[in-house]
């Protein structure tokens, strides 16, 4: 028999007390990393959301400064189906500026949720020439331009 000598051998492998400590700081880290992907995920999702919400908001924008849609207040009006995938609407509110046919346009763009989540929304706001003005403006510059040929022809025949 051999006596021990107080030396011990060396093992080559993990006691039950390392792994024990090793999963303890195992588990809350996965738990962490899943908890930063989630958070992420929620994080592209929304992003996604104002940027869809940036487009229409501008495409909308450039409806009413194109003159496709009329520079008036209007909605909230739903966007058709055909422009979005999902629920949308939007909102326009039109102010005077002052006397000379200056317009405050501002479009509003929002998400329609059933899920409880806040909707991403968007406003931009931009200033135009009133539309009505610059075709009063275009008629008086035509009727002018009538009365000066009138005159010319006028003055040349006598």
């Given at each position: 028999?051999?006596?021990?000598?107080?030396?011990?051998?060396n093992?080559?492998?993990?006691?039950?007390?390392?792994?024990?400590?090793?999963?303890?700081?195992?588990?809350?880290?996965?738990?962490?990393?899943?908890?930063?992907i989630?958070?992420?995920?929620?994080?592209?999702?929304?992003?996604?959301?104002?940027?869809?919400?940036?487009?229409?908001?501008?495409?909308k924008?450039?409806?009413?400064?194109?003159?496709?849609?009329?520079?008036?207040?209007?909605?909230?009006?739903?966007?058709?189906?055909?422009?979005?995938?999902?629920?949308?609407?939007?909102?326009?509110?039109?102010?005077?500026?002052?006397?000379?046919?200056?317009?405050?346009?501002?479009?509003?763009?929002?998400?329609?949720?059933e899920?409880?989540?806040?909707?991403?929304m968007?406003?931009?706001?931009?200033?135009?020439?009133?539309?009505?003005?610059?075709?009063?403006?275009?008629?008086?510059?035509?009727?002018?331009?009538?009365?000066?040929?009138?005159?010319?022809?006028?003055g040349?025949?006598?």
């Amino acid at each position: 028999m051999k006596c021990s000598s107080g030396k011990q051998t060396n093992r080559s492998g993990l006691t039950l007390l390392e792994v024990m400590i090793a999963l303890a700081i195992l588990g809350p880290s996965l738990a962490a990393i899943g908890e930063l992907i989630r958070i992420g995920a929620d994080a592209a999702d929304r992003a996604a959301e104002l940027t869809t919400a940036q487009f229409l908001c501008d495409s909308k924008l450039a409806e009413i400064k194109s003159g496709v849609l009329p520079a008036d207040s209007v909605g909230p009006i739903p966007f058709e189906i055909f422009e979005t995938e999902e629920p949308w609407e939007y909102m326009v509110l039109v102010d005077s500026v002052d006397d000379q046919g200056l317009l405050l346009v501002e479009v509003t763009v929002s998400q329609l949720r059933e899920d409880g989540r806040p909707p991403a929304m968007v406003t931009l706001t931009t200033w135009m020439i009133d539309p009505t003005m610059d075709s009063e403006a275009d008629a008086l510059e035509s009727e002018a331009a009538a009365e000066d040929a009138a005159a010319d022809s006028g003055g040349t025949n006598g």
